[in-house]
Nanobody, 125 residues
Framework: QVQLVESGGELVQAGGSLRLSCAASGLTFSTYNMAWFRQAPGKERDFVAFIRWSGGWSAYTDSVKGRFAISRDDAKNTVYLQMNSLKPEDTAVYYC??????????????????WGQGSQVTVSS
């Protein structure tokens, strides 16, 4: 049984930092492409960041470039999202996702095989 468990979300002031973690089990983590998405109330689930299975390539949505960084530790079966210079518009539930094959469009949430339950990030102004 595959499980993705996010942690690290909390209330933080604007300008602050958080690091989200997503611990995976039940799959061969090192062979999976991983991503972070987020969903604000009343909005669709949006792509945030992607990292290839080898860890050698990553991509970000424009609004987080230069502020967020995705990384992975295959020894710990964990993917991270370091979030700096947080803004109120970053407030959302953050989800990690896993894809066994490299998605043709890594920003398309329909192309991912497994999802975590989400972690709430709230940024106060």
């Amino acid at each position: 049984q595959v499980q993705l468990v996010e942690s690290g979300g909390e209330l933080v002031q604007a300008g602050g930092s958080l690091r989200l973690s997503c611990a995976a089990s039940g799959l061969t983590f090192s062979t999976y492409n991983m991503a972070w998405f987020r969903q604000a109330p009343g909005k669709e689930r949006d792509f945030v960041a992607f990292i290839r299975w080898s860890g050698g390539w990553s991509a970000y949505t424009d609004s987080v470039k230069g502020r967020f960084a995705i990384s992975r530790d295959d020894a710990k079966n964990t993917v991270y999202l370091q979030m700096n210079s947080l803004k109120p518009e970053d407030t959302a539930v953050y989800y990690c996702a896993a894809a066994s094959k490299r998605p043709s469009d890594y920003s398309n949430y329909n192309l991912y095989d497994y999802w975590g339950q989400g972690s709430q990030v709230t940024v106060s102004s």
